[in-house]
């Protein structure tokens, strides 16, 4: 049981590492469009992209799946800067909108594919080579939902505040968020340019 939470924490410090910034801005571009009353679908979103990169992540550590460091690294901030130009685009009436919420579930999901390649060269170097990696692996992923999860209750906060209490208007702090994390990850692009 030792294993399991020196995992799960692992996990838990592993997304919400300020070196590993890029996910987090992911996350944050996710959820960003997103009212403290939309948390359900928030969750649902967040727990697609865990699926996703959960899988990708497992056929890593497996070797059943093997994509150069330096295209994953390039790739990431690309979907950040994808995920924030769907947000520009973005209308209020869109998060009841069953059709459209399951498009963003599908690209959250895709793009966890993409970050679990990411992911997968971090914890190869420090998972056991033997069978009983599935319990190490299990708590990893559940640790990272959960540090994804407290990162989107930052963001649902810090949207309250400001939409709510201060009366800044949701488009205005859609657009705003969603710019500067475009800004940064460009930043990310430039640095790990592959061509």
Request: proline content about 3%; charged content about 15%; glycine content about 6%.
């Amino acid at each position: 049981m030792d294993d399991f939470w020196f995992n799960f924490q692992l996990g838990i410090e592993h997304i919400l590492d300020p070196n590993g910034y890029d996910h987090i801005l992911f996350v944050v571009a996710l959820c960003a469009i997103y009212s403290y009353r939309d948390w359900r679908a928030v969750v649902w979103l967040v727990t697609a992209f865990t699926l996703g990169h959960s899988l990708t992540l497992a056929m890593a550590t497996f070797k059943l799946i093997r994509i150069p460091t330096d295209v994953i690294e390039f790739l990431i901030p690309i979907t950040i800067i994808i995920t924030c130009i769907v947000n520009f685009f973005y209308q209020k009436e869109e998060a009841h909108n069953r059709q459209k919420s399951l498009r963003r579930y599908a690209l959250a999901a895709f793009f966890g594919l993409i970050h679990g390649l990411g992911f997968s060269n971090f914890l190869r170097s420090i998972l056991p080579r033997d069978s009983t990696i599935w319990q190490p692996l299990l708590a990893f992923n559940i640790g990272l939902e959960v540090g994804q999860l407290l990162i989107v209750g930052a963001v649902l906060l810090l949207g309250y505040v400001l939409v709510e209490r201060l009366r800044i208007e949701t488009r205005e702090w859609v657009l705003v968020l969603s710019g500067l994390i475009i800004g940064v990850a460009l930043t990310i692009v430039q640095e790990t340019w592959i061509f």
